[in-house]
């Protein structure tokens, strides 16, 4: 398998876009358990929908590494265009979701940490794919993973540590 082959790749994408969509899912179903509990506390809806915005995020940026016969430039621009909305919607909503947090330090850190883990990746693979160095779709696929990571992380919260 080479970092710069698309057509390389075509099982990973399916199984994350169908892993992605699923848990975007039961994402919906966590916040619908607990949506008074969401909309009453600071923060939480925001978080919500920056969860549920990682995970479309990952279908989306599957999809598009399953698109047929396109070039190697496109995939990177399809994917860079998509990498950077995605990480501003995402980061911007987490900068809401945390605005006068009272939390520790560490978790404030932690939280920044999982989200930027999970978008930067896809512009730096997309960029890196467009340069042909660097480790083009493996950037990708490590943003699917941690994007994914944190996004479990999140509908955690969302589920079960809203109700301490």
């Known amino acids: 398998m080479t970092a710069y082959e698309a057509s390389e790749?075509?099982?990973f994408f399916v199984a994350s876009a169908g892993a992605s969509a699923a848990l975007a899912g039961l994402v919906f179903v966590a916040v619908s358990i607990n949506v008074d509990r969401i909309l009453g506390s600071r923060g939480l809806p925001a978080r919500a929908l920056a969860?549920?915005?990682l995970?479309?995020?990952?279908?989306l940026v599957s999809l598009i590494g399953l698109i047929p016969g396109q070039s190697r430039g496109t995939l990177a621009a399809e994917l860079l265009?998509?990498?950077l909305a995605f990480a501003v919607l995402i980061l911007g909503l987490t900068g809401r979701s945390m605005a006068g947090s009272d939390r520790q330090r560490a978790h404030v850190f932690g939280h920044w940490l999982m989200?930027?883990?999970?978008?930067i990746?896809?512009?730096?693979?997309?960029v890196s794919l467009l340069a042909e160095a660097g480790g083009g779709l493996y950037w990708v696929a490590a943003g699917i993973v941690l994007a994914t990571t944190g996004a479990v992380a999140n509908a955690w919260v969302l589920l079960v540590e809203i109700l301490r």
């Open 9 to 11: 790749w075509t099982d």
């Open 121 to 126: 990746p896809v512009v730096l693979g997309a």
């Open 115 to 119: 989200v930027g883990l999970g978008t």
């Open 55 to 59: 995970l479309l995020s990952v279908v």
């Open 81 to 83: 265009a998509v990498g």
């Open 51 to 53: 969860t549920v915005m």
